[in-house]
């Protein structure tokens, strides 16, 4: 019987559920919470597939996944591209393929990282050209990591006072700053396995608990490009579980952020019928990924572990 092994963390809620429902569906292949101890070159996987939803915030977990890659367990998602991965290069990317994203500028962090001093940016022409930047991406704008997450440090600067204000607290963190679009629609949109999309009206101004209470609603024209922007981004970056977030300014959805590799499924969190959506298609993804077995890698280079 092929195996399915569930990676987590804190969640209370989708874990167990997913593994109820993927057993309840008697296809041939198990599911369970994975359980590893101490990991060696030589360790051996019992599972086909494993769903990845906390080696973000655990390195010991991100290390054991790409071993687990390395002999041939599916990992969702790809350990060595989430390694490299960042939000300025998701930017980067989309805007290459035509994609409509906010004007975005990087910014250097505002203290030395540790073990650095003065010497070791001598090639960063500093000060920046301050006004130049502001001038790009114009006030509102929004000061946030270039790599991260949870609305960890992110901060709304309506003038180049509060620009520096914010800045001043951000320590040693690359950032990038954003500017701000005054949407009149937000939409956050699950895509599962590069292909299944959720399109869920958001509204981040609302309490936590009522942002999936919007007052619109995608027109059907809308539908469509939302879930062609999904598809294309995810099949882009390799991510086979990841939430993609567009705010709609004068009828066009800006991508705002889809590296999300492990997005929230919490059922208080995303309501119970977005819930059931995520539980029963990565159930149906899950299956299917594992009933194809493992996946060695081909060759042991770089670009054969990031497909």
């Known amino acids: 019987m092929r195996k399915i092994g569930l990676l987590f963390g804190m969640e209370q809620s989708f874990p167990p559920a997913l593994v109820e429902e993927i057993n309840a569906r008697h296809a041939g292949v198990a599911a369970e919470f994975v359980k590893i101890g101490a990991v ?35 990992v969702v998602n790809n350990p060595f591209w989430w390694s490299a991965d960042d939000k300025f290069f998701n930017y980067a990317l989309a805007d290459k ?40 991406v114009g006030f509102p704008a929004y000061l946030k990591p270039f790599d991260g997450g949870g609305w960890k440090h992110v901060y709304k600067v309506e003038s180049i006072d509060e620009f520096f204000t914010a800045y001043s607290e951000t320590q040693d963190i690359v950032m990038t700053l954003q500017e701000g679009i005054e949407f009149t629609e937000y939409y956050r949109c699950y895509c599962i396995g590069k292909k ?28 469509t490009r939302l879930e062609e922007y999904c598809i294309r981004i995810c099949t882009m970056l390799g991510y086979e579980f990841n939430t993609i977030e567009f705010a709609v300014r004068d009828g066009i959805p800006y991508a705002i952020d889809y590296m999300n590799p492990a997005p929230d499924a919490e059922r208080t969190s995303v309501q119970e019928d977005n819930f059931q959506w995520v539980l029963k298609t990565t159930a149906d993804y899950l299956i299917e990924l594992a009933q194809q077995g493992r996946k060695v890698p081909s060759e042991y280079a770089w670009s054969s572990f990031v497909k």
């Open 40 to 74: 060696t070159l030589e360790s051996l996987f019992e599972y086909d597939v494993i769903l990845d939803r906390i080696s973000q915030d655990v390195p010991y977990y991100r290390a054991m996944l790409k071993l687990a890659a390395l002999n041939g367990v599916r």
């Open 196 to 223: 299944y999309v959720r399109i869920m009206p958001y509204e981040p101004r609302n309490p936590h608990h009522l942002r999936y209470q919007a007052g619109f609603a995608p027109t059907p024209e809308m539908l």
């Open 97 to 136: 393929v035509g994609i409509p994203v906010p004007r975005t500028a990087l910014i250097p962090s505002k203290n030395h990282p540790p073990d650095t001093t003065a010497e070791s940016f001598r090639n960063l022409l500093y000060p920046l050209n301050w006004q130049e930047i502001f001038d790009h």
